[in-house]
Nanobody
Framework: QVQLVESGGGLVQAGGSLRLSCVYS????????MGWYRQAPGKQRELVAT???????NYADSVKGRFTISRDSAKKTVYLQMNTLKPEDTAVYYC???????????WGQGTQVTVSS
């Protein structure tokens, strides 16, 4: 069973920064892709950013230029650096990993990010 553990959430004022971390229980090279998603109250979970072991990245339009996804393979960790945070970034942030087969997805427990205006 794959485990993903997020950390780094919290309360920050608009314009501030946070860095989220997600530690994986196995090598990140065993996944097809890793990513961050978020879910705000009353809304569907949405993609924030993804990264492949080969360092290809993809971002939601709403976070382009403000958020950066990266990974440290030695630490089996994927990061989400969030700058210039806005109140609309408030959500529970989840990390995800996808098997190479595309059949199985694994999720972390989520970490709350709250941005005050």
């Amino acid at each position: 069973q794959v485990q993903l553990v997020e950390s780094g959430g919290g309360l920050v004022q608009a314009g501030g920064s946070l860095r989220l971390s997600c530690v994986y229980s196995r090598s990140i090279f065993s996944f097809r892709a890793m990513g961050w998603y978020r879910q705000a109250p009353g809304k569907q979970r949405e993609l924030v950013a993804t990264i492949t072991p080969g360092l290809s990245t993809n971002y939601a339009d709403s976070v382009k230029g403000r958020f950066t996804i990266s990974r440290d393979s030695a630490k089996k960790t994927v990061y989400l650096q969030m700058n210039t945070l806005k109140p609309e970034d408030t959500a529970v942030y989840y990390c995800k990993a996808s098997d190479p087969s595309g059949v199985n997805d694994y999720w972390g427990q989520g970490t709350q990010v709250t941005v005050s205006s």
